[in-house]
C-alpha cells in the first residue's frame, strides 16, 4: 500500500513545522519531561503512548490546566474500561473556557452566521458576563452539581451560553438539534431525565421558517423531570405559559461562579446514532474533555488567540462540542446556523471568507458535493485566510483530497480526521508537521496508540485490520447513563479484544506512519473471503457525475450463499440503461476488483441516513435479511423513514 503515493500532495513548509504549538511542545517536553529531542511527530508520538502519564502531565502543564485541588497522580488505574485519571484533583471546564475573557474583553470569542451570511460578534466579556448571569439564575432554580440541563437548540450563541453556565454549576449538558423530531428527541432526553430545558419557538434553514412550538410542547409533557423550560425566542414569538425568557435570565452583571469539581465529574452527554436501538448514552467528564480537546485544538489543530475557527456542525452532533471547546485555545469560533448549501452550494465557503476562517471543518460528503457541482472557491471567495481544511463524517476520497488541493490552493493543509462521538476527538488525523498523502489521515492522534489488528489481535502494517486504542483515553465514557452494571459499555467496545478498546471500523495504518480509513467494519463486504469496506464501493462509484450517491449491502444467505446488491440514487435527468450499468461495473472491476463487482445494481429513491449524516447499511442489511422494520431500526434515528418502505418491499418480494 506504501507505494501507491510515493509523492505527498502536501508538506509542511521549514517556518510552518517551527512555528507549530507542537514543535514547541516537543521541545518543551524534551528539556522538561524526557521527551525525545530528536525525530519528529514519530518520535514524540511513540513517546506520548509509552510514557502516557508523563505525556499527559506535560500536557496539563504546557497548557496551564488550573487544578484548584492538586491530582494524587495521572493514572491511578489503567484499565479499560475504568482508567482513573488524575485522582483528587478538582477543575471546571468553563473557567479554562472563558480565560481569554481577562487578555483579550472587547475581541469576539463567537462569531454568530445564519443564512444571511453576515457574521456578528459576541466578545469574550460578554460571553462571560451571560455565563455569569445564567448560571446564578441556575443556581437560583436549585440546579446542583450532577442535575441533567438539555437544549433543544440550533447552532447559535445562546446554545454556546448554556451549555458554559451548565458547566459552571456543575450540572451536566445534553442537546439536541431543532430538526430532531420529537421522538428522537425524547429516545435522548427520556434517558437522563432533564430538570431544565431550553428550547427556540424555531428556526431556519434553506430560507424557510421551521415552526416548533408544537415539538416543544410535547417535550414538556413527555419530560415530567422538568423544574423550568426557557424560551429562546428565535422567530420572535412569546413565550409559552410558564416557560422563562432567556433575555432574563442573562441580563445581570455577573461575574461568573465556577463550581470545582472532581476530574471525572460528568460534563455532557452525547448519543449514539441510535439505528438499531435506544441511543447510547455516552457520558464523558469535566477533566478528561478539557484535557483531550487543548491536546487536539492547541497542538494537532495547531489553534491559538489570532485564529478562526469555523466547523459546519449542528447541536445534535460530536463536532458541535468540539467546535466549542475551541474557546479553551482562546480561538474565536464561528458558529453557523443555517443549510450546507444555502442559497447554493459554494454557502460553506462563502462563510469561511466573511469569518476570515483559519481553520474550516466540514464534512467529506460536502467536499464531494462541490466537486460534483463544480464549485470553484480559489476564484469565487477570498480564502487567503485558510490555513486548513479539515473533513470528517466519512473518509475523505481520494478524488476529494485532489479537488482541495486543485481547487482551493495548492498549498493548503488538508487534514481528513477520524474519531467518534464515543470519544468525542479524533484517533487520527491532524498533524501540523508532517506531510499529507492522497487518501490517507496524517497520523495517530498523541497519546492514542491506534493499532490495526487481525482477528486474533496481531497488529497489522500495510493491512487492513479492525481500528483499536491499547491504552486508555482522558476522554472516554467515565460510562453510559442507565448501564448501573457497565455491561453495555463493556459490551460495546470491549468484547472482542478483552481490555483494549474496538470502535468498529476497518482501517489500514501504513509503513509510513499514516492512516486509511476503509469504512464500519459491522458493514464489512466479504466476497470469497475477501474483505472489503463499503467506503471503497461509494468512492469509485460516486466519481460518475450520474450517481448522486450510492448504498452498498452485503448480505450472507441461508444457502451458504452471498448476495452483494448496490443502490444508486441517481443525479436528476439521469437513467439507469444498460450502457450505465456496464459503467459501474467496470469501474469497480477496474478500480476495486472483479470479485467486489455487485450481483444487483438497483436504483432507489434515495439513502437513508442517520440525524448526523451517515449512511445507515446495517439497519437496510437487516430488512433485506427479512427483518420487520420496527425490529430493524430505530425510527427516531433516521432522517427520512419513507426511504425505509422501499427496501422493506423489497426484502419482501425476494422472499
Known sequence: MSTVNPQPLWEPDPQRIARSQVTKFQAWAAENHGAPAEGGYAALHRWSVDELDTFWQAVTEWFDVRFSTPYARVLADRSMPGAQWFPGATLNYAEHALRAAATRADEPALLHVDESHEPRPVTWSELRRQVGSLAAELRALGVRPGDRISGYLPNIPQAVVALLATAAVGGVWTSCAPDFGARSVLDRFQQVEPVVLFTVDGYRYGGKEHDRRDIVAELRGELPTLRAVVHIPLLGTEAPEGALEWSALTAADEEPVFEQVPFDHPLWVLYSSGTTGLPKAIVQSQGGILVEHLK???????????????????????????????????????????????????????????????????????????????????????????????????????????????????????????????????????????????????????????????????????????????????????????????????????????????????????????????????????????????????????RLPEIKESLVIGIEQPDGGYWMPLFVHLAPGTVLDEALLNRIKQTIREQLSPRHVPDEIIEVPGVPHTLTGKRIEVPVKRLLQGTPLEKAVNPGSIDNLDLLHFYEELARKRA
Not at 487520527?428 to 497520523?443: D, F, H, K, R, S
Open 296 to 542: 487536539q485544538l492547541g497542538l494537532h489543530c495547531d489553534l491559538g488567540p489570532e485564529d478562526r475557527f469555523f466547523w459546519y456542525t449542528s447541536t445534535g452532533w460530536m463536532m458541535w462540542n468540539f467546535l466549542v471547546s475551541g474557546l479553551l485555545t482562546g480561538t474565536t469560533i464561528v458558529l453557523y446556523d443555517g443549510s450546507p448549501g444555502y442559497p447554493d452550494t459554494g454557502a460553506q465557503w462563502r462563510v469561511a471568507e466573511r469569518t476570515e476562517a483559519t481553520l474550516y471543518g466540514t464534512s467529506a460528503a460536502y467536499v464531494m458535493a462541490c466537486r460534483k457541482a463544480d464549485v470553484r472557491p480559489s476564484r469565487d471567495f477570498d480564502l487567503s485566510k485558510v490555513q486548513c481544511v479539515a473533513t470528517t463524517g466519512s473518509p475523505l476520497p481520494p478524488d476529494g483530497f485532489r479537488w482541495l488541493h486543485d481547487e482551493v490552493r495548492d498549498d493548503l493543509w488538508i487534514a481528513s480526521v477520524s474519531g467518534g462521538t464515543d470519544v468525542c476527538s479524533c484517533f487520527a488525523g491532524a498533524v501540523p508537521t508532517v506531510p499529507v498523502y492522497v487518501g490517507e489521515l496524517q497520523a495517530p492522534s498523541l497519546g492514542t496508540d491506534l493499532q490495526s489488528w487481525d482477528p486474533s489481535g496481531v497488529p497489522l502494517i500495510d493491512e487492513v485490520g479492525e481500528l483499536v486504542v491499547t491504552n486508555p483515553m482522558p476522554s472516554m465514557p467515565i460510562y453510559f447513563w442507565n448501564d448501573p452494571d457497565g455491561s453495555r459499555y463493556h459490551d460495546s467496545y470491549f468484547d472482542t479484544y478483552p481490555g483494549v478498546w474496538r470502535h468498529g471500523d476497518w482501517i489500514t495504518v501504513t509503513s509510513r506512519g499514516s492512516v486509511v480509513i476503509h469504512g464500519r467494519s459491522d458493514s464489512t463486504l466479504n466476497r470469497q473471503g475477501v474483505r472489503m469496506g463499503s467506503a471503497d464501493i461509494y468512492e469509485a462509484v460516486e
